[in-house]
């Protein structure tokens, strides 16, 4: 399944929509959806790395390099 959902760009992001998509050769869809699901994904990334915080505070992961360390 699939939604439509309309969007109003300023002209200068339109006419970067069309310069980068025509580089790359692909749709001008294609592009803003490839730019949508990187931002759901990063956003997801950062809304469980959010929740997992607490859990990895609590076991002596603080950073991403005390992870880094762990894992073999």
Same mark, same amino acid.
């Given at each position: 399944?699939?939604?439509?959902?309309?969007?109003?760009?300023?002209?200068?992001?339109? $006419?970067? &929509?069309?310069?980068?998509?025509?580089?790359?050769?692909?749709?001008?869809?294609?592009?803003?959806? /490839? +730019? !949508?699901?990187?931002?759901?994904?990063?956003?997801?990334?950062?809304?469980?790395? $959010?929740? &997992?915080?607490?859990?990895?505070?609590?076991?002596?992961?603080?950073?991403?390099?005390?992870?880094? /360390? +762990? !894992?073999?």
């Amino acid at each position: 399944m699939s939604e439509t959902i309309p969007v109003t760009l300023p002209d200068s992001i339109a $006419a970067d &929509i069309a310069a980068y998509s025509s580089v790359d050769g692909v749709s001008a869809e294609d592009l803003i959806r /490839r +730019a !949508v699901e990187t931002y759901v994904s990063d956003r997801r990334f950062h809304d469980l790395r $959010a929740r &997992i915080k607490p859990q990895a505070a609590a076991s002596a992961f603080h950073t991403d390099e005390d992870v880094f /360390r +762990a !894992v073999p």
